[in-house]
């Protein structure tokens, strides 16, 4: 898929706040760090477009990026480890909830885990969410330029493992990098499929 566009439209806490238009929408959520905001700009190959950082817990809202102005992606905050308050990771968990629950256009989200780390109890009970919500979503495994493809395939085997233990089948997945765009394509493709139906 081309990307004629990419621009970014609204950053709120509040669900209803979100955009109205009918567009599929596609979000990334995973713990802080993940590279969820660097993903998004290699997607759409804008090196600025969400904000990154090399410290956890940069990204704090709800981000609404309009992708060739007929679908969108959604930068969310990371849950885990950002280093804010017990208050403010409070209200964090309780807005991204509510879009999970509420937002009717979303299509497929998403959930970012680190192909270096074994696999996360948290990323684990997220994706239970997910599912007992009927919320659609794939994993994305990121950061795959920091391993040889041996450690690589070791770990996706071992996550798979991990899933099988849970889930009848393994979701869709991806194997990706922001730094060699690995799995962009991939990606821009199942969002072609998806955006189809
Ligand atoms: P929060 O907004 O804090 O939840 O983080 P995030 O998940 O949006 O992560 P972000 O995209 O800000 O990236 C975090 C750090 O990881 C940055 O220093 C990025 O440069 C780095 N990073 C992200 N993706 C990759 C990748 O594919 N390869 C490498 N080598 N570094 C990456
Ligand atoms: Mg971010």
């Given at each position: 898929m081309k990307i004629h566009s990419?621009?970014?439209?609204?950053?709120?806490?509040?669900?209803?706040?979100?955009?109205?238009?009918?567009?599929?929408?596609?979000?990334?959520?995973?713990?802080?760090?993940?590279?969820?905001?660097?993903l998004i700009n290699a997607l759409t190959d804008h090196k600025k477009l969400a904000k990154t950082s090399g410290k956890?817990?940069?990204?704090?809202?709800?981000?609404?990026?309009?992708?060739?102005?007929?679908?969108?992606?959604v930068d969310?905050?990371?849950?885990?480890?950002?280093?804010?308050?017990?208050?403010?990771?409070?209200?964090?968990q309780s807005f991204i909830k509510d879009y999970f629950l509420q937002r009717e256009q979303l299509v497929c989200t998403f959930v970012l885990v680190d192909s270096r780390h074994e696999p996360?109890?948290?990323d684990l009970e997220f994706m239970q969410f997910l599912g007992e919500n009927g919320v659609p979503f794939g994993i994305i495994f990121t950061k795959a330029d920091k391993l040889g493809s041996?450690?690589?395939?070791?770990?996706?085997?071992?996550?798979?493992?991990q899933l099988l233990k849970t889930w009848e089948s393994i979701p869709t997945h991806f194997i990706t990098s922001s730094e060699t765009a690995m799995g962009r394509e991939d990606?821009?493709?199942?969002?072609?499929?998806?955006?189809?139906n």
């Open positions: 990419a621009n970014f439209i609204i950053s709120n806490t509040d669900v209803s706040k979100c955009p109205k238009d009918q567009l599929p929408e596609y979000a990334f959520i995973g713990r802080s760090n993940v590279g969820k905001s660097s956890p817990g940069k990204t704090q809202l709800i981000n609404h990026f309009k992708i060739n102005d007929e679908w969108f992606l969310l905050p990371g849950y885990g480890y950002a280093q804010v308050s017990k208050s403010k990771r409070k209200t964090f996360q109890k948290i041996s450690t690589l395939n070791k770990n996706i085997t071992k996550y798979k493992k990606v821009l493709n199942f969002i072609t499929e998806v955006n189809k």
